[in-house]
């Protein structure tokens, strides 16, 4: 029976308890102890952490300079407004064609009406019709040589009145004043050092209608073009570019314009609709809403919302790069908390807490690697800012983005965890406590969904590079990415079948790898990921590379210079007196170039055809005559040719410049300045009286047929005879744009008449400052420039060798976790082989051999999966190549795909096994690890 209580004071029983309320959820205070459990985790394991937050904070950072940096760069309105018309009121610029245009006046499009033509020069008559009140000042410029201590220099000559400040552009004067006089130059601070002129030195122009001293300039001051950045430059007076006679460029001109009231949106309307492209300082400062700027409205809207959603996929890629590279150290937190996770699970934790407790780890140490990097990358911006010779706009923080960012390394640190949070939750707590791992059957399903999500990725980019869409090829990639890890443990699984064939070593690294797949697949994960970004970015690169040099047109091979007469010469064209002027000037350019630059060989060379001193009713011009079935197509109505003709057409769309003309006359001997290889059989064939033709096409049965023509006066051709001779292809694929090759006597022999034409010379190394300098002014006398062909420049080898650093140095970090995994997993095997006396050098071995298998099939895996990203990027390029030219090719391959097979794919799928296998040899030690055990 059950007490009664005693009734209370004054007779009357005490309330009754009130109901007992129903248990809380865990909510809040479950959460915090589990960050609490992550935080301590965190602490614990200090190198394993610091190890992912590098990880992480790296990208992050990158990200975040970009951002800040990206968005710091654009010039505020004030500094918008100072570099394009410095103290003016707007800057008026001449197109031609009825413009619609942006509110800075940077980007336009133009239109002609029905009937309309593209004029070419504009006035500022007419702009101040347009704008009656404004006052309108012409500003022209105009290219001479200037003299030098070690010769001449190009200098740009700026024809502005710098002392009036309504107009006067953003420089900043170092030193000296503004040129207010006749005869004065303001010159910039690059051509003060590179001319070596001071405050008070005199600087002589060459090419000038003015004689004695008439063509000199006293330099009274020194600036520095904050926005336009370093050139040789020098601004005068108007009366000082009249006394110097200089030809102003007219159609390069613009005008800066002044106005009470400042220039309206509707003035740039009026502008604009006269053919005249506007930027304002008034519609700057205070711009129009976007409705009113029908720039805007034509301009596509869902190329934008497309660019975002690519934006969107590409940040999910990312992640899961990262996640596979975070997923290691993840799991030898998993590992390593094993039994603490087991003693959770026995005293009532579910797996969700479970999950959610390793879960916990992974969001501490992406919330401080994220905050992290988001500092990190503000300072990194700073001093990029800081490193930057241009202008740049004021710092910009725009904290919802890097809030995007942060919170894209905190995705990416959970996802690392992901699976080893779903691994610890599934422990087996019994074996966990007793300290045994326990085998596991072949995943035979995870292989089967592997293999259909790779064949699908592939589907799916093979899909978006027909519809030319990176919505298809980006998440095709991924699904590839991961159906190949899917099926790693299956491979593991094939490996361990050739284990008895194998020493005992990678026997048992072979097989624990195919049983323990929580301590092998996140390695090789990370290895694969590692590997594959590694050689896709070297392919790319590679191939972006061999694209840039398959479009580089030199005009000479590399070392070469050129000397070539223009049309400008003051000579009477066609007479016997010109001809003997041209011989004599060319003479004294070729001594020139031999005096003052390190030439191995040197040549005159003659135009067979039409060159500049030939006159037109003496003119025959020489063609190559192609058979028919070789000739050059070209689709209907169109001017490109189709990509079936591309390599008849010479491969490319683009006219490929050429600064010689395409028929020359050459001595045999000096064929190579042109060629860059030495030819024996060309020479021999020229000697011989045949002729030279760059392509295989130009010849058919050994011989080439030559079409001449008579031009007239008018530019017509009238047919006059063809002439068949034997020729000989060129071995050298490269020939200066130069077509067909014969000499003297041939060229006489078949009715031509050769005219000089130009100075070729070859140097044995590039030549220098100084010497450009020297050279150009020795020609300058003769009204003529040289032209240095340095070749081309690789812009993308760093890239290489700094992806496959990047997937070493990766591959090395993954492999140091993998073995330090692997030490937890191998301690009652090492114990066992102890036992039965194994040598001391057994454990390092093991532990290589376990290092060895990681790398070997992830760099493996990696290499392979890494063509396929470049593959289907190029391949799409090509077909919007194809898409763009409307059914034609850039060249035969518009984006050639170049696999560098050396150092990056042989050197990653070595490199990267090879330093796994050391990292293992220097992390293991021979002795095992005795641990003190205590009784009962």
């Not at 959460?31 to 614990?44: D, I, K, N, P």
């Not at 064939?685 to 030559?706: M, N, T, W």
Request: glycine share 8%; aromatic share 4%.
């Amino acid at each position: 029976m059950s007490a009664i209580a005693p009734p209370a004071p004054g007779g009357s029983h005490s309330p009754a308890p009130a109901p007992a309320r129903p248990p809380r959820r865990p909510g809040v205070a479950a959460r915090r102890a589990l960050l609490r459990m992550g935080w301590r985790t965190v602490r614990r394991n200090r190198l394993r952490s610091v190890l992912i937050i590098v990880l992480i904070t790296f990208p992050v950072t990158v990200v975040a300079a970009a951002d800040v940096f990206a968005r710091s760069n654009p010039l505020s309105p004030l500094q918008a407004v100072a570099s394009r018309m410095g103290d003016a009121d707007a800057k008026v610029t001449f197109t031609g064609a009825h413009v619609e245009q942006d509110v800075l006046g940077d980007s336009y499009s133009g239109r002609l009406n029905e009937g309309e033509t593209l004029r070419t020069i504009g006035s500022a008559g007419e702009i101040r019709s347009l704008l009656p009140t404004a006052s309108v000042t012409q500003v022209n410029s105009t290219d001479v040589l200037v003299n030098t201590a070690a010769g001449a220099l190009h200098v740009s000559i700026v024809e502005q009145d710098l002392g009036d400040a309504a107009i006067r552009p953003a420089l900043t004067r170092t030193s000296g004043r503004w040129a207010t006089a006749t005869g004065q130059a303001v010159i910039s601070d690059k051509l003060a050092r590179d001319a070596h002129l001071d405050i008070g030195a005199t600087m002589s122009l060459r090419g000038t209608v003015a004689g004695g001293g008439a063509n000199q300039l006293t330099v009274v001051g020194i600036v520095h073009d904050v926005y336009q950045g370093a050139e040789d430059q020098a601004w005068v007076t108007s009366a000082t570019t009249a006394r110097l006679g200089l030809a102003l460029d007219q159609s390069t001109a613009r005008w800066l314009v002044t106005s009470a009231g400042g220039v309206s949106w509707a003035d740039v309307l009026r502008l604009n609709e006269a053919g005249y492209l506007v930027s304002s300082r008034a519609v700057i400062l205070n711009p129009p809403p976007k409705s009113a700027v029908a720039y805007f409205q034509h301009q596509r809207t869902s190329a934008s919302a497309r660019l975002a959603l690519t934006i969107f996929v590409a940040v999910g890629l990312v992640i899961l790069q990262l996640a596979l590279l975070a997923g290691p150290a993840f799991a030898v937190s998993a590992r390593r908390r094993q039994r603490d996770m087991a003693l959770l699970a026995a005293v009532g934790g579910t797996r969700r807490q479970l999950a959610r407790s390793m879960l916990s780890e992974g969001l501490v140490l992406g919330v401080l690697a994220s905050l992290l990097g988001i500092l990190l990358g503000i300072g990194t911006a700073v001093v990029l800012r800081a490193e930057h010779a241009g202008v740049l706009g004021p710092l910009r923080l725009r904290p919802l983005e890097l809030a995007a960012i942060a919170l894209l390394g905190v995705v990416s640190a959970l996802a690392g965890a992901l699976l080893p949070a779903r691994w610890a939750s599934r422990v087996d707590v019994v074996a966990a406590l007793a300290g045994r791992r326990g085998a596991t059957k072949a995943p035979w399903r995870s292989s089967v969904l592997g293999v259909i999500a790779a064949g699908l990725g592939l589907i799916l980019s093979i899909i978006g590079t027909r519809r030319l869409d990176a919505l298809w090829i980006l998440p095709g990639i991924a699904l590839c990415e991961l159906g190949i890890l899917a099926l790693t443990p299956g491979l593991l699984s094939v490996a361990a079948l050739a284990g008895p064939r194998l020493p005992v070593s990678i026997r048992i690294a072979v097989r624990d790898a195919s049983r323990n797949r929580t301590a092998a697949v996140p390695a090789l994960a990370a290895v694969l990921a590692a590997t594959t970004a590694a050689v896709s970015i070297a392919i790319f690169a590679a191939s972006t590379a061999a694209r840039d040099r398959a479009m580089y047109t030199p005009a000479l091979p590399p070392g070469g210079v050129l000397v070539q007469l223009g049309t400008d010469l003051p000579f009477n064209a066609g007479s016997a007196a010109s001809t003997a002027a041209t011989e004599q000037t060319l003479a004294s350019a070729r001594r020139a170039l031999e005096q003052y630059l390190p030439t191995s060989q040197s040549a005159t060379i003659s135009a067979a055809g039409c060159g500049p001193m030939a006159r037109a009713d003496t003119c025959t011009a020489v063609t190559v005559s192609r058979p028919a079935d070789q000739a050059c197509g070209a689709q209907p109505g169109s001017s490109l040719p189709p990509a079936a003709d591309a390599r008849r057409c010479g491969g490319v769309i683009y006219s490929r410049p050429t600064l010689l003309d395409s028929s020359v006359v050459i001595d045999p001997g000096d064929l190579f300045l042109l060629t860059g290889v030495h030819d024996p059989a060309a020479e021999r064939a020229l000697a011989s009286g045949s002729v030279v033709v760059a392509s295989a096409l130009d010849q058919h049965g050994g011989q080439a047929s030559l079409e001449l023509d008579q031009v007239t006066p008018d530019g017509k051709m009238n047919p006059l005879r063809m002439v068949t001779l034997n020729a000989t292809v060129l071995r050298s694929g490269f020939s200066s744009g130069v077509g067909l090759f014969l000499t003297p006597q041939t060229a006489l022999r078949i009715g031509l008449r050769p005219t000089p034409l130009a100075v070729v010379a070859h140097l044995t190394r590039p030549a220098t400052a100084t010497e450009e300098q020297a050279v150009t002014a020795a020609l300058a006398d003769h009204r003529l420039s040289p032209q240095f062909e340095r070749g081309y420049s690789d812009q993308q080898g760093w890239i290489i060798l700094i992806a496959l650093g990047v997937a070493v140095t990766v591959a090395a970090g993954a492999t140091a976790l993998a073995t330090s995994l692997a030490m937890v997993d191998s301690r009652p095997d090492l114990a066992t082989l102890w036992a039965v006396g194994a040598p001391l050098s057994t454990r390092r071995r093991l532990s290589m051999a376990r290092a060895a298998v990681v790398g070997v099939i992830g760099a493996l895996l990696g290499t392979l999966l890494g063509f396929v990203p470049p593959w289907m990027v190029i391949w799409a390029e090509r077909g919007q190549a194809h898409k763009d030219f409307g059914g034609s090719a850039t060249v035969v391959d518009p984006h050639p795909f170049a696999v560098p097979w050396w150092p990056n794919i042989i050197g990653t799928a070595v490199l990267v096994p090879l330093v796994a296998v050391l990292i293992a040899a220097l992390m293991t030690r021979s002795r095992p690890e005795y641990r003190q055990s205590t009784p009962g």
